[in-house]
């Protein structure tokens, strides 16, 4: 266990709809991490935030969008969803950024039908 | 922009030792490697980190050459529970702020006995 939740564990939606995705860092990190895990494109990093502010950016969509609250968990909206957005989402935390160590949470399923 | 290659996968015995080498040619200068470790299921999990030369922890070695055009994970006497997928990520850094995060698609480790 690495100290990473994400809810939900699975999710079942149709195109077109829009999901919300939550995240809640392991206690005492401030930087957390979304990641997309699909079998055609291996793991990409999406975005990344450090205390409330986002600090990098990857291959994000402009459908995606991310927040990080004030009490550190992490949201990933996902809108306008197509098939291809199916995929498992991965949320990482750590202590600061640059090279610290991320630890993984469980991830989400997205299934889009 | 940083990319990353790795062999899709390899096979190994238990109690070899596994090499599996990440390529990265355009690597600069402040980036930095890090290994993941993936079973099915599950969020990637941190193995060893480095810039140059030589790293050695407890679970691996990660060797680093002077152009850093490549990285090897060492994997010492690997064991039945070692199978898995291991991913080698490039972190982009600006000025040491943190950039992209460009993962491999991943080296798929079997160990049989």
């Known amino acids: 266990d690495s100290g990473v939740t994400q809810t939900p564990k699975h999710l079942i939606t149709a195109t077109g709809q829009r999901v919300t995705l939550r995240c809640s860092p392991r206690?005492?990190?401030?930087?957390v991490y979304w990641y997309q895990q699909s079998l055609d494109q291996g793991l990409q990093f999406l975005i990344q935030?450090?205390?409330?502010?986002?600090?990098a950016k990857g291959n994000i969509l402009e459908r995606f969008s991310a927040q990080q609250f004030p009490d550190l968990h992490s949201e990933l909206n996902l809108s306008s969803l197509e098939l291809g957005d199916s995929a498992l989402y991965f949320c990482?935390?750590?202590?600061?950024?640059?090279?610290?160590?991320?630890?993984f949470g469980p991830g989400t399923r997205l299934t889009v039908l | 922009l940083a990319k990353t290659t790795q062999p899709i996968s390899m096979d190994s015995y238990e109690g070899q030792e596994v090499n599996i080498t990440c390529s990265h040619n355009n690597i600069a200068t402040n980036d930095y490697i890090t290994w993941y470790q993936q079973f099915p299921s599950q969020g990637p999990r941190f193995i060893i980190q480095?810039?140059?030369t030589k790293v050695t922890n407890e679970v691996a070695s990660l060797f680093i050459p002077a152009d850093r055009k490549s990285s090897t994970l060492s994997l010492p006497r690997v064991s039945l529970s070692d199978t898995a997928v291991y991913y080698c990520l490039v972190g982009e850094t600006y000025g040491g702020s943190q950039g992209n995060l460009i993962f491999g698609k991943g080296t798929k480790l079997s160990v049989k006995p």
């Open positions: 990482a935390s750590s202590v600061g950024t640059t090279t610290d160590t991320q630890y």
């Open positions: 480095g810039y140059k």
């Open positions: 206690s005492g990190d401030l930087s």
């Open positions: 935030y450090y205390n409330g502010e986002e600090r």
